[in-house]
């Protein structure tokens, strides 16, 4: 008998692998470009190495110059990536469950940036995401970063919105990562991959990691300026 369903998955749900160049069909780019600025933003494959998992590098550099024909755009400053819809089936839209799981997990190389992790769910009001900060210890190295997935913040547009409803675990429909710290100049992330797991060795070292919820929210909270004031495209 399999008691999977009593103590919970005991294998990750993968969510996106870069095992190869056609992992990035499954993703879309953003910035502040579609709103007329000026950030560049790129992802591209690199194959497994010698030293390097097979990865995603999500890369670009960031500008809070301002388009000259457009009045309505106060600020600019972000580039970001996420997965695409993942279609229907004759049963319906095609979504994750992460319900079962504890963690988000990713295995990233980072600059040291500030980076966010985004989540879109299937929620009743669409442009909702749900975000934490991605807290590495080691830019410049490969890590494996985990983040309970109920120090998630709910957003809207970048700020947090209240009440602060649960996400809809059961209903995922993207996961991806942006930098919108408007921080100018080049940004730099490898990304190998992000799955959902219930890995709990070393819990003491995963606090490291990632931060309670009240510090998240009070990430959002005092940085009121890392997103443009006016709406950009829904994503």
């Known amino acids: ?5 009593v103590h919970g998955p005991s294998k990750p749900l993968p969510l996106i692998q870069f095992e190869d160049a056609d992992s990035l069909e499954r993703c879309k780019t953003m910035s502040d470009m579609d709103i007329g600025g000026f950030s560049t933003v790129n992802i591209d494959y690199v194959p497994k190495s010698t030293t390097e998992p097979a990865h995603a590098h999500f890369h670009g550099s960031i500008s809070t110059d301002l388009p000259p024909d457009r009045p309505d755009v106060f600020r600019t400053g ?11 089936t004759i049963f ?3 979504v994750w469950d992460i319900d079962p799981y504890r963690f988000i997990a990713l295995r990233v190389n980072s600059d040291g940036r500030k980076y966010f992790v985004n989540i879109q769910t299937e929620s009743i009001v669409p442009t909702d995401i ?33 009440p602060q409803r649960e996400m809809l675990r059961q209903k995922v ?10 921080v100018l100049g080049p ?7 992000i799955w959902a797991t219930n890995w709990a060795d070393g819990e003491d070292q995963q606090q490291e990691y990632s931060w309670s919820l009240k510090e998240n929210k009070k990430e959002f909270e005092l940085d009121t300026d890392r997103m443009p004031e006016q709406r950009p495209p829904r994503v």
Request: charged letters at 20%.
């Open 173 to 182: 429909r993207t996961i991806g990562l942006g930098s919108i710290d408007r």
């Open 130 to 162: 749900h975000q934490h900060r991605l807290y590495t210890r080691t830019p410049g190295q490969w890590e494996t970063v985990l983040i309970p997935l109920n120090e998630f913040v709910r957003t809207n547009h970048g700020m947090v919105v209240e």
């Open 187 to 193: 940004f730099s992330l490898r990304v190998a991959g």
């Open 1 to 5: 008998m399999n008691f999977e369903g």
């Open 78 to 88: 972000y580039a970001a990536w996420r997965t695409l819809d993942r279609g229907y």
């Open 92 to 94: 319906g839209k095609t």
